[in-house]
């Protein structure tokens, strides 16, 4: 394989699915520290992932797995997929912040999303990153990124950084590098806030300044995505990104599950050290099948309409 060639879409595809899970661990292995020495402790060598327990999975991929079924299955029931997150909080509930835990709580005792949150969670981010996988129906995949990100933050502000992260991913998946033009042409339709539109329109301007990090189990959603596309925007080496990210402390597992996502669906996998792979836990090999079954689907209908079209001539 030339080692300088793009990435197939089978392969940005599956760096998407398990870049998530890679990143997720990655930022786990120094999330509950910020300190510079308790952080080079963390690291000893090579910032090798921390998995999650066996069995259990932490709020993003969980939040994620409920949407990415739910689109293999062909459609998003918002219902049922409540249900799946409160049933995975209350027999699981790794990493789950109190942010999430109060939306999540909501949605169990009253059938329906609350009306107010103290801040808009990072997870919400990485709970609605599968919506990249429907941009055919460019309309559809932003409305429900955004109804899917109010399930638990009303904020529309939170659901607008939700549909500027998943239209990001959209774009990579596409093979495409050039998303910012794209984002703040959907933030001035939708009538984003005057501060978040300036903190994305701010994204391209220095390529040696990034925004704030988000950093600690308060990190919102909000001030995660502006961070997140100035990495994809000016960084174009994946692995370097994503060990910095863990060099930095204090970055949530599920906003690490995200540039993990990101960085996979632009650059695909082929380049990160296997020992990333190898020790993610389980849940890689899980997305990796969900992206090989993906390609399969694509391919049998090309071949489908290919063994049509002499029948028609």
Do not use: K
């Amino acid at each position: 394989m030339n080692p300088d060639a793009p990435p197939s879409t089978d392969q940005r595809r599956a760096g998407f699915l398990a870049g998530a899970v890679i990143g997720s661990a990655l930022a786990a292995r120094t999330a509950d520290v910020q300190e510079r020495a308790a952080v080079a402790r963390a690291l000893e060598a090579d910032p090798l992932p921390l998995a999650p327990p066996l069995g259990r999975r932490p709020a993003g991929t969980a939040l994620a797995d409920a949407l990415l079924e739910q689109l293999l299955d062909g459609g998003v029931d918002l219902q049922r997929l409540t249900t799946r997150w409160v049933e995975w909080w209350r027999s699981d509930g790794l990493d789950a912040d109190p942010v999430l835990i109060e939306a999540l709580a909501h949605l169990q005792q009253f059938d329906a999303p609350t009306d107010r949150v103290d801040g808009g969670t990072a997870v919400i981010l990485a709970a609605t990153l599968p919506a990249a996988l429907a941009a055919s129906s460019p309309a559809s995949m932003v409305a429900g990124t955004f109804h899917t990100a109010r399930l638990l933050d009303p904020d529309p502000v939170t659901g607008l950084a939700a549909v500027a992260v998943v239209m990001t991913a959209a774009r990579c998946l596409d093979g495409q590098r050039d998303f910012i033009g794209d984002i703040l042409t959907m933030l001035r339709t939708n009538g984003a806030p005057e501060g978040f539109y300036e903190a994305m329109r701010s994204v391209p301007r220095d390529p040696r300044r990034p925004p704030p990090s988000p950093r600690g189990p308060t990190a919102t959603a909000v001030a995660a995505a502006p961070w997140l596309l100035w990495q994809l925007h000016h960084r174009p080496r994946g692995e370097e990104i994503l060990r910095d990210m863990v060099a930095l402390g204090g970055v949530p597992s599920a906003v690490g599950a995200v540039l993990g996502a990101l960085v996979g669906a632009r650059d695909g996998l082929d380049r990160w050290p296997s020992s990333w792979r190898d020790n993610s836990g389980e849940d890689v090999t899980r997305r990796l099948a969900v992206a090989e079954r993906l390609s399969v689907a694509e391919r049998l209908s090309v071949a489908e309409r290919l063994s049509v079209v002499p029948r028609a001539l």
